[in-house]
């Protein structure tokens, strides 16, 4: 008797909670299979996306690298695979090394530019007055939003060779060879101008991010500082510097991504002339790959590309891996 | 802290200089735009306007195919950022509300499709569109797009589906709604700022984007306003009066979003791209 009328209440009343589990009670067998399905679900859309948009363009590049495929072989719709040759062909010629290195010259100039300008603007932002910053702030902003197509032709036109602002100020200010020069004639000319532009769209970012920082400084450590008898020197390496290290690291690798890969700026300006002279890594790849119609050499450089760029920015990745294992 | 005269003047001097700097650009373009072009090619610059003309907004309104580039651009753009919200909405919240196995991973997955060198593989896609037969069309090119901008939306939104209490949508299940029931009418309310800001900054990439349209679409019918610009002037030979203009209306509705957006940009930007 003990046993019947104790079985049967235990099996139904496990039923029941399983049942109205669903309404946020923690997790009995039957709802939590199907909540353990939910975010997967809904993680779906984007990961195929990721997969089908980003995976299979990335793959079809690495496929394309081994492939020989040029003009002909596109339009019959021929699949020619000719083994490691593209990179061979790309690793031993001079033009790539040459491109490499510029690529590595032009992305270390401009993120030194981009990180010390930004950084002296950030933290002079952070002395100004309230109406003085906004002002500042508000040229920051405009300069940042720029679309960078429409602001690579404003600089066509600022360093047009007639009529041009920049060399009619030249002139005036004596250096009368510059009255009618023009820019896009030269290699370091074009570098110039390119550079410039990058460095105008890029300081903003920095500026804005590292003035954000610094208002994140409590002032009390100041205090402390300045009570313990530190200068201005002294509390600005031992106060600000550290809280604004993370900012500095994060910002500089980001802008190195961005900055090695200035398609646009690059190709709109002079489409990395004059004679290729200043085709940076992405414009090489496009020119040889698309222009020069070699798809298979284009994807080997491409890959070659991605490779540097993840080499350059590993030890980024890795700090914020390191820091999103820590957050999570 | 008292400052001395000269420490209290350089400050703003330098301030002032470096607004020149920064803002000279942008004024240039737009105040050649409204020149008339006697003013234009000058042998002394006209550093201010004083006869306006819109002249040359008619020319560049005028060049052929212009409403369609404008239409172009618009469409692809706002495909590609309402798809992006409505994937992005789904699997931050899935990130931001639930535990499960693999959430660190997807993460990391994420932050590393941000960084995708998307210049960089513009041939691959070309083979991909081309093989599917779809180039000088404006469907690779959305798609393309909204994948562009996903990342970043997930990320931000994974940020603003956090900051919501969780206690909000507790409550509301207490009182009787399902989770979705209590998703709709408690976080998504709750989640419009930050959808905003999160689908303006979508906008502005999918708006400028260049490197793959052109290598996708060479059509004259198919192509979107930042192609269209590049080669504008050499289409127009050296009318840089037209040229500005072109430039100007590409980058006014931009413009106008950033500075409303400005706030916004700084913590979006930060907590999207730097802190993933």
């Known amino acids: ?328 | 802290m008292k400052r001395s005269l000269f420490g209290r003047v350089w400050p703003n001097a330098t301030a002032v200089v470096l607004f020149i700097g920064l803002v000279f650009p942008v004024y240039w373009m737009f105040s050649t735009s409204l020149k008339p072009r006697g003013d234009i090619l000058a042998e002394n610059p006209v550093w201010f306007p004083t006869d306006i003309t819109f002249e040359h907004f008619r020319t560049a309104t005028g060049a052929d195919h212009f409403w369609t580039y404008v239409t172009n651009s618009l469409t692809v753009t706002v495909l590609a950022v309402v798809f992006s919200l409505i994937i992005a909405l789904a699997g931050s919240f899935a990130l931001a509300r639930m535990r499960f196995k693999g959430r660190r991973g997807f993460i990391i997955g994420f932050m590393l499709a941000q960084m995708a060198p998307w210049e960089v593989m513009v041939i691959a896609m070309y083979m991909i569109v081309r093989d599917a037969s779809m180039l000088n069309s404006l469907v690779p090119l959305t798609l393309f797009y909204m994948m562009m901008i996903l990342p970043f939306t997930i990320l931000t939104l994974r940020g603003f589906v956090a900051a919501v209490p969780k206690e909000l949508e507790e409550s509301a299940m207490v009182d009787g709604c399902t989770r979705v029931q209590a998703f709709r009418r408690v976080i998504l309310p709750l989640l419009a700022p930050g959808l905003m800001s999160t689908s303006l900054f979508g906008f502005i990439t999918a708006w400028n984007e260049f490197a793959l349209v052109l290598v996708l679409n060479k059509d004259a019918e198919a192509k979107t306003l930042p192609l269209w610009l590049s080669s504008f002037q050499t289409q127009f030979g050296d009318d840089w009066g037209a040229t500005m203009a072109a430039s100007s209306l590409f980058a006014i509705p931009i413009l106008i979003l950033f500075v409303f957006l400005q706030r916004k940009a700084v913590s979006g930007l930060t907590a999207g791209a730097v802190k993933g």
Request: glycine share 8%; proline share 5%.
């Open chain 1, 1 to 328: 008797m003990t046993v019947q009328t104790e079985r049967p209440p235990s099996g139904p009343a496990d039923v029941r909670k399983a049942d109205d589990g669903g309404a946020g009670r923690p997790k009995p067998t039957a709802a939590s299979r199907a909540g353990a399905f939910a975010p997967y679900l809904l993680l779906l859309p984007a990961c195929a996306a990721t997969v089908l948009l980003l995976g299979w363009p990335l793959l079809k590049d690495l496929l394309l690298s081994f492939q020989n495929l040029n003009m002909a072989q596109l339009i019959q719709h021929v699949t020619e695979w000719n083994g490691i040759e593209n990179y061979e062909e790309t690793l031993t010629s001079e033009q790539f090394w040459r491109v490499t290195l510029r690529s590595i010259l032009f992305t270390a100039a401009n993120v030194v530019l981009i990180m010390i300008g930004g950084t002296l603007i950030g933290l002079l932002l952070a002395r100004l007055g309230r109406r003085m910053r906004f002002t500042l702030l508000i040229g920051l902003v405009l300069a940042w939003a720029m679309p960078v197509v429409a602001a690579t032709t404003v600089y066509q036109w600022l360093f047009a060779q007639r009529f041009g602002v920049v060399n009619w100020v030249l002139d005036k200010l004596g250096w009368h060879s510059m009255a009618d020069y023009s820019w896009t004639s030269s290699q370091m000319s074009t570098f110039f101008v390119v550079t410039v532009l990058i460095v105008w769209m890029s300081i903003p970012f920095v500026a804005i991010n590292l003035y954000a920082a610094t208002t994140t400084i409590p002032n009390e450590l100041y205090e402390a500082a300045s009570l313990d008898g530190a200068g201005v020197w002294r509390s600005f390496t031992t106060v600000t510097m550290p809280f604004l290290r993370p900012f500095l690291y994060a910002t500089t690798f980001l802008e190195i991504i961005w900055v090695f890969k200035a398609f646009v700026q690059v190709y709109t300006f002079n489409e990395g002339g004059p004679d290729r002279l200043t085709e940076i890594l992405p414009v090489y790849a496009y020119v040889e790959g698309v222009g020069n119609q070699h798809y298979g050499m284009g994807a080997a450089i491409a890959v070659l590309t991605i490779l540097i760029l993840l080499g350059l920015t590993s030890y980024y990745l890795r700090i914020v891996l390191k820091q999103e294992e820590d957050e999570l």
